[in-house]
């Protein structure tokens, strides 16, 4: 594995000249390896410092690809593996929240509506009702009272036709691909209540406890017709989804948002496809080629994907950049010993407070990226990604150390 540092081959000599000065004096005073990195000037004592934690024997049976660059001098500050392709675990979910935030309309309100056909005579709502999905992860119960609120004042006391779903926003593939069996896996959706599809047969109960009657019964899945009249909208703001999504790495709600993305193609039963063509377009952008890279899913679940450490800093870049995107997404990310994913880590030293980050487990692997604070006031953009992990504990600390290094 090669190490490369950036800037002139002087700055080489240098920081070697520094750390050989640095080390004789600090085991001339009796003093560990740490204090002896501590001597030298920023950022060397942050590369000389990653380096001695590369030296742990954690590597003699795992592998680690980690990238830092510096946001505000633009210039790489660290590289080591950066280009291998490895598994993200859910740092996946920071390419589905750049890419759907940086889409048009990206921000608007997730929606479920319900609509129907015919017109109330008598109490008799003459057509079918029609339950159209948006794929919003936050619908509860409120929500679906909200809807038989709707129907009580519009003077309905029976429907002569059938409850029906429109679920035409994305395919009909209940899993993403490559997720394993043996997974807690939830059922993808475009009407999710209660984190599962229940949603006919709910809405159904509480409609007749209501005195509502459906002559035509629960019918299944049906397009609803163009000239079909709204009845009621319950929607919640996209800042919502993102939030839980990235602050407690909730996998629903990360694919709900990766449907979204898919949806914006304007297709009929979109698929994973549809959103991959997106984010291979976002790629493109950053100056990357979306063949070296495979997205299978949007929070990270799925053993298919590869991703490197060069291109989720990429995209941290991209986001800094643009605010529509950053004003967004820095909010949405657990901060080190507060709150979310990394309420218990970092709780103290320079990396609390100063890290805002997304993690990512699946067996074998633990992952971090997001941005850090250095104490000079300079801001980070890094990924670290730690493949064949017997213990996740082990991965975890090895990064929280590293993010220390990059805070100091």
């Not at 079909?228 to 989804?241: G, M």
């Not at 939030?243 to 009929?268: Q, V």
């Amino acid at each position: 594995m090669q190490r490369r540092f950036s800037g002139r081959i002087a700055d080489l000599f240098l920081l070697f000249y520094l750390f050989s000065i640095g080390c004789l004096q600090a085991q001339e005073a009796g003093a560990d390896k740490s204090s002896c990195v501590s001597g030298l000037p920023w950022p060397h004592s942050l590369q000389a410092g990653i380096d001695s934690l590369l030296c742990d024997p954690l590597f003699d049976t795992s592998v680690v690809g980690i990238c830092v660059y510096d946001l505000t001098s633009d210039s790489m500050l660290y590289s080591f593996n950066a280009r291998q392709r490895l598994r993200p675990a859910s740092t996946m979910k920071l390419v589905t929240a750049v890419a759907a935030l940086d889409l048009p309309g990206g921000l608007q309100p997730y929606a479920t509506e319900l609509r129907c056909t015919g017109e109330v005579s008598d109490g008799v709502l003459c057509g079918d009702l029609y339950v159209v999905g948006g794929f919003d992860p936050c619908f509860d119960r409120t929500d679906m009272e909200a809807f038989c609120d709707a129907l009580c004042r519009a003077g309905v006391d029976s429907v002569s036709g059938r409850l029906l779903a429109d679920v035409s926003m994305k395919d009909t593939l209940q899993w993403g691909s490559g997720w394993c069996w043996d997974d807690d896996c939830e059922v993808l959706t475009p009407l999710p209540y209660d984190r599962h599809d229940e949603f006919l047969p709910v809405l159904s109960r509480m409609l007749s406890v209501r005195g509502i009657r459906l002559n035509g019964g629960v019918s299944g899945k049906a397009f609803c017709p163009a000239s079909s009249r709204l009845l009621a909208r319950r929607t919640h703001p996209a800042d919502q989804i993102l939030l839980t999504m990235m602050k407690e790495s909730d996998n629903l709600f990360a694919e709900s948002m990766f449907y979204r993305i898919a949806a914006h193609s304007g297709r009929k039963y979109a698929s994973a496809k549809q959103a991959c063509e997106v984010i291979h377009d976002l790629i493109r952008r950053l100056g990357l080629r979306p063949e070296d890279y495979r997205i299978a899913d949007g929070s990270g679940l799925s053993l298919y994907n590869y991703l490197t450490p060069e291109l989720e800093t990429s995209l941290l870049r991209y986001a800094f950049h643009n605010e529509s995107v950053f004003n967004h997404l820095y909010p949405s990310l657990p901060v080190a010993g507060e709150d979310g994913t990394l309420k218990k880590r970092m709780r103290n030293g320079a990396a609390h407070g100063n890290v805002r980050a997304k993690t990512g487990t699946v067996e074998g692997v633990v992952t971090l990226a997001g941005y850090a604070t250095a104490s000079n006031g300079h801001r980070l953009a890094f990924s670290i990604m730690n493949q064949g992990i017997s213990r996740a504990r082990q991965g975890r600390d090895f990064q929280d150390r590293v993010c220390q290094w990059l805070c100091r």
